[in-house]
């Protein structure tokens, strides 16, 4: 029997450097899928439409979240994101594992429909540092930079509940202690196949 496949799911207040670390992590380990959510907000300068995200008018979203098509789904600064369910379920099933980079009100229903999965939520060293980095990444205009910095606050506050807590301050550090989780989570015991089952639709 195959083993089921590990949930990793991130989440971090915008800036924090989630980007950054997940994609260190495909690198090192390539086998790793990564569930691209749907949104509805507009495309990034070079995010790429079924890579990136699932880039979807507001109407599609909404005709898809009442067919019960995502696994959650969360209106994220001011607009809406959501998980596709199939894919999830396959590529557990198929014994691969699978990155998630959903935000706190997200990961919080996942938590209640996939609970064998791991939660890592990445901190800045502080919201000074996380404003820098927002701006220095030059991707969002300045009422974004402001709503994304408001929303970080509680975004953190709702972060204990998560299984493992990561501060990105050194990067390094950081990312050897997100492998950490992960490779700790490979070494335990086979998961039960059936609790993808139970996955529940939002
Ligand atoms: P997120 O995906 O969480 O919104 P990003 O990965 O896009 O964040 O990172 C935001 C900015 O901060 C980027 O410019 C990135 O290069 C930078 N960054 C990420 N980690 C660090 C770190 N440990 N120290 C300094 N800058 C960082
Ligand atoms: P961004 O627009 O910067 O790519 O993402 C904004 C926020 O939305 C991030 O916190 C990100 O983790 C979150 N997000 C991305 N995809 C999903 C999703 O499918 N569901 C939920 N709940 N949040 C998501």
Redesign the pocket.
């Known amino acids: 029997m195959t083993r089921q496949g590990i949930a990793l799911v991130l989440s ?11 994609k260190r992590l495909q690198q090192e380990f390539p086998g790793f899928a990564y569930s691209v959510s749907c949104t509805t907000r507009p495309p990034r300068a070079g995010e790429v439409d079924g890579k990136d995200y699932h880039f979807l008018q507001r109407a599609e979203f909404e005709r898809r979240r009442a067919a019960k098509q995502f696994a959650e789904w969360a209106e994220v600064h001011g607009n809406l994101y959501g998980t596709p369910l199939d894919p999830v379920k396959q590529t557990l099933r198929q014994g691969t594992d699978l990155l998630f ?1 959903i935000d706190v009100q997200g990961a919080a229903q996942l938590k209640l429909s996939l609970a064998e999965a791991v939660f890592v939520f ?1 901190l800045p060293p502080g919201l000074d ?1 996380l404003e820098r ?2 701006r ?2 030059g ?1 969002d205009d300045e009422a974004s930079i402001q709503r994304r910095l408001a929303n970080a606050r509680q975004e953190m506050a709702a972060s204990r509940w998560y299984d493992a807590l990561v501060v ?4 390094d550090q ?1 990312y050897d202690q997100l492998r950490a989780v992960y490779l700790a989570a490979t070494l335990a015991p086979a998961r039960n196949p059936g609790l993808v089952d139970a996955l529940l639709t939002r």
């Open positions: 971090a207040p915008s800036g924090a450097g989630k980007t950054t670390l997940v980079d990445i540092e980095r927002l220095g990444r991707l990105n301050d050194d990067l950081a």
